[in-house]
Each structure stands twice: as C-alpha cells, then as structure tokens.
C-alpha cells in the first residue's frame, strides 16, 4: 500500500506475479504492474480515482480480485479477464484468438481513446449496473463481441468491427458496426 495522496506505484516483474488477500492500494495514485508473465490472484487493485495500467508482455491478466481506478489501461498476450470498478478502459489483446473479458460492476463504462482490440479473439463487455458508451473504436477482427448493459443502454458513435455482435441492453442501442452478422 502506498499512503501518501496521489502517489503511484510501478511494479516491473519478469514473470508470473499473484497478487493476494494483502492487496495493492495507493491513495489516489496510479498503479502500473508490467510483467513477462501472468497477473493473477484474488486480491485488490485498486487507484482510488487515478489510472491503472496492468501489462504483460507474454502472458494473461486474470485476477479474481476488483480493479477500481479511473481508467484502466490493459495490454496483454493472451486471454484475459477482469472485475472493474473503473470509468474508460483500454485493452490490446494480441496473441491470436485469445479473448477479453470485463465485468464494471459499479456504474457506467466507456471505451477510452486507446481503443479495446484483438488479434482475432472474442470480447464480452458486461455493465452490470450502467450504460455501456464507446466513441473510439473496438475492433476483433474476425472474432465475436458480446455488449451487456444490464440496466442500461450501448451507445457507440465509434466503429465496432467483428464477426458477430451480440448486445442486451434494458434500454436503447445506437451503434456504428462493421460487421458480418448482428
């Protein structure tokens, strides 16, 4: 834990890293954890309101514990999945075919100017108690996308390209879509 407001901590690992029950906090600050290898554990991450950037150069980010930051900058090989307490998030997964996975369980989400893109994998965005707004761009080649906003609305003025788009909203959706099937 970092205590002093607005202090940040960066953690550069070479390989696997869990974090567990101790859990990572700063007061406000952001939170940067590269490694080589796989992000795991069930503890907390968790900024407060600042940015939390989580990236593994030859791995996946799947811990069970919740992210909270504003936004959340991810870069990954392979399949990832996250629980968020977040505002935007950003996410590059680039192996082929491997996934993402998001859970906001706290409000509204929005795809923030880095874009959420995979080589070919699938993407689930669910906003379990918000809207879902995207004006960057989301882009998985050839895989699927799922948008779940529980009780909300999808809104996106920015281009989602996919195989399939699947959406299930309480309210409206208004979308900008390359597709092949809807």
Same mark, same amino acid.
């Given at each position: ?20 029950? $101790? ?7 952001? /939170? ?7 992000? &795991?554990?069930?503890?907390?991450? !968790? ?28 870069? &990954? ?10 505002? &935007?998030?950003? $996410?590059?997964? &680039? ?42 761009? /989301? ?5 699927? /996308?799922?948008? !779940? ?26 979308? !900008? ?6």
């Amino acid at each position: 834990s970092i205590l002093g407001e607005g202090e940040s901590l960066s953690v550069n690992e070479a390989d696997d890293l869990s974090v567990d029950a $101790a859990n990572v906090t700063t007061t406000n600050g952001t /939170i940067a954890i590269t490694l080589g290898g796989n992000l &795991t554990g069930s503890g907390e991450i !968790n900024a407060g309101t600042s940015n939390v950037t989580l990236n593994s150069t030859a791995g996946g980010i799947t811990p069970t514990g919740m992210i909270t930051g504003g936004l959340l900058d991810l870069a &990954t090989r392979t399949t990832s999945s996250v629980v968020t307490d977040i505002e &935007t998030i950003t $996410a590059k997964i &680039t192996a082929l075919g491997e996934s993402l996975t998001v859970l906001e369980t706290s409000g509204n989400l929005a795809v923030a100017a880095g874009n959420i893109t995979t080589n070919n994998g699938n993407v689930t965005l669910t906003v379990a108690n918000g809207s879902l707004t995207n004006a960057n761009r /989301i882009d998985v080649g050839t895989g699927d /996308i799922l948008l !779940n906003a529980n009780l909300g609305s999808v809104t996106s003025s920015g281009l989602i390209s996919a195989n399939l788009l699947t959406i299930n909203a309480l309210n409206s959706a208004t979308i !900008n879509t390359s597709l092949h099937a809807l």
